[in-house]
């Protein structure tokens, strides 16, 4: 069965820090990757995506993500955080590219900046 | 509209109840998903629609769970006989082909059952 890794419920930085958010799946198929954010009161929305070509995804906001398809690996990155992505991070996985599927979530990384 | 709809935002009931939750997908989006969001945890996959036709409910905890599509585009997931377990956010989702697929969530709908 597919699962979703999170290695970190929360994590605490202050602002201009680095960060960097672990995220491993387990899937032997062909997988779409993704990143969720959720910020305080609001739904869902996709931060980035991964489907297939360069390795290296960069989304919205200045973060970006490396698939690393030997280690099962997609961690998230941001050179410079600030107090506005204070939110709860979601890696997520899909098994297909050519029809819907369903996405297998991990369990989430709460991030807290401090201004 | 311009995004995922739900409806009601929030919603209390009393163990034992009966109650549906509604979703309105992004005009035009032929699939439609269903996740249910405990307290501290990711979004879980209950069901998927393509078109007015269940392709996935492998997702739904037991038969007390239903979801229909009839006209290819509403949604209504009904839980029968509700119990506490059942309280947590529901979120519903909506995609096309035409964005590959990715799946734009809506506010939810948070269910306390009492």
């Known amino acids: 069965a597919q699962s979703v890794s999170q290695h970190n419920h929360h994590v605490i930085l202050s602002e201009a820090a680095s960060l960097e958010l672990g995220c491993n799946y387990s899937?032997?198929?062909?997988?779409?990757l993704f990143w969720y954010v959720q910020y305080p009161g609001q739904h869902l929305q996709l931060l980035l995506k991964y489907f297939s070509g360069d390795p290296l995804v960069k989304g919205i906001k200045g973060f970006e993500a490396e698939f690393i398809k030997s280690k099962f690996s997609f961690n998230l990155r941001k050179p410079s955080v600030q107090w506005s992505d204070t939110a709860e991070y979601f890696c997520a996985v899909t098994a297909e590219y050519s029809s819907a599927s369903k996405i297998i979530f991990g369990s989430g990384t709460r991030l807290s900046i401090r201004p | 509209g311009a995004g995922v709809s739900q409806t009601p935002s929030n919603k209390v009931t009393e163990k034992g109840k009966y109650v549906e939750l509604r979703c309105d997908p992004i005009s035009g989006h032929t699939a439609l998903y269903w996740y249910r969001q405990s307290l501290g945890q990711g979004p879980e996959f209950l069901i998927y629609f393509q078109g007015t036709g269940a392709a996935d409910d492998s997702g739904l905890p037991n038969d007390r769970f239903f979801a229909v599509r009839p006209e290819g585009s509403v949604s209504t997931l009904k839980i029968q006989r509700t119990e506490r377990g059942d309280s947590a956010v529901y979120l519903c989702?909506?995609?096309?082909?035409?964005?590959?697929?990715?799946?734009?969530f809506g506010p939810g709908t948070r269910l306390t059952v009492l």
């Open positions: 989702a909506s995609s096309s082909d035409r964005t590959h697929n990715e799946q734009f």
């Open positions: 899937y032997g198929g062909t997988v779409n």
